[in-house]
């Protein structure tokens, strides 16, 4: 992830200086060529003629650092701009002394272009310097003369201007450094919350799977109880027995028909013998659940037997009025052997 954001940081400050670049190296080259026509057609034009060699500084340095910027490091991709800039900024504040203030104003762009390449071995001397020679530049700008009536600074106003100028270049320098500072760790911050959020993420997957085979797991345990619940026992050809157990509720008594008609229809056997002897509670509700059962096991043409009725549950069933009519009954599932035979 940090890779990814520095990835990203370095390419848009590349991004950056290669506008910067483009900007510098074309509209300096649209101005030479203005000027060159301004020198032909003005009758005093002459005295540009050290204008256009100024551009071409710049519009060098811009090139040579957009050749650069895909195969160097960005600190050295942007030096050749830079020192072309101080170089034409310097050059035109020396040929001509009113545009010093210009000149000096215009070296708070070297600092924002320093301040990209976050490299302190190169930004810091350059700054530094960059920093003093606008302070030289203000110490060029002429005094201007004013009536005797009007405010003036007079001789100070050289160290007013170089104030100025170097306050105004540095707080430029260091807003910049900042800037470009929390942006970096602006973007950090955000891989790194991106990082949590996948994290978090794969987690929660982790999770989800866990309970997907925590589920398929119980559903395998509640299928196993189930058929432990109701086992089926091949007792002879074609004859298999199905002992029930415990209390027969909704449930069971849906799943002992589902279960039933399975190995009925799978295994084609001809006799279905049902022992009841283990049933906790043989009532009405238990009794109406086991004639559906057997109803649908003689729709696929099986024989069905009941057998285990003991004297209690027989007893219960006569005084409920309820019972197992036109169903063979039989004490135990091995007098039912014996009567298939």
């Known amino acids: 992830m940090m890779d990814r954001s520095q990835s990203f940081v370095l390419e848009s400050r590349q991004q950056l200086i290669r506008f910067i670049a483009m900007m510098v190296a074309g509209v300096g080259a649209l101005v030479m060529v203005i000027i060159m026509i301004l020198i032909l057609v003005l009758p005093d034009g002459s005295s540009l003629i050290i204008y256009p060699f100024l551009l071409g500084i710049g519009v ?7 050749y650069l910027l895909p195969r160097v490091t960005l600190a050295y991709a942007m030096l050749p701009l830079v020192l072309s800039l101080i170089a034409a900024a310097v050059g035109g504040a020396l040929m001509f002394r009113e545009t ?8 708070t762009i070297i600092t924002l272009l320093v301040s990209l390449g976050q490299q302190r071995v190169i930004a810091l001397p ?27 600074l007079g001789s100070i106003l050289p160290f007013v201007s170089m104030a ?21 760790q602006a973007v950090m911050l955000a891989e790194e919350r991106a990082a949590e959020a ?76 049902i022992d009841v002897s283990g049933v906790a509670i043989l009532d009405t509700g238990v009794v ?48 039912a052997l014996v009567h298939l035979v």
């Open 60 to 66: 060098i340095g811009g090139l040579i650092t957009l």
């Open 100 to 107: 010093a203030l210009i000149a000096a104003s215009f070296l």
């Open 126 to 152: 350059i700054g530094t310097l960059t920093v003093f020679i606008g302070i030289a530049l203000a110490s060029l700008v002429p005094q201007t003369k004013l009536a005797p009536d009007q405010l003036t």
């Open 164 to 184: 100025g100028i170097g306050t105004v270049i540095t707080v430029s320098w260091l807003i910049a450094l900042r800037l470009i500072k929390i942006s970096d």
């Open 198 to 273: 996948e994290l978090a993420h794969a987690e929660t997957e982790v999770r989800a799977n866990e309970l997907v085979e925590q589920n398929a797991a119980q559903q395998r345990l509640i299928e196993l109880v189930a058929t432990l619940e109701m086992p089926v026992v091949r007792i002879a050809e074609g004859v298999i027995l199905m002992p029930l157990i415990g209390h027969i509720d909704t449930r069971r008594s849906q799943s002992l028909t589902t279960h039933l008609l399975e190995v009925v229809h799978t295994t084609r056997v001809q006799v279905v013998i």
């Open 288 to 335: 109406q659940s086991l004639m559906r059962t057997i109803t649908a096991v003689r729709l696929l043409g099986a024989r069905v037997l009941v057998s285990g009725i003991q004297a209690s549950m027989a007893t219960t069933l006569v005084q409920l009025g309820i019972g197992f009519e036109g169903v063979e009954v039989v004490r135990t599932p091995q007098e």
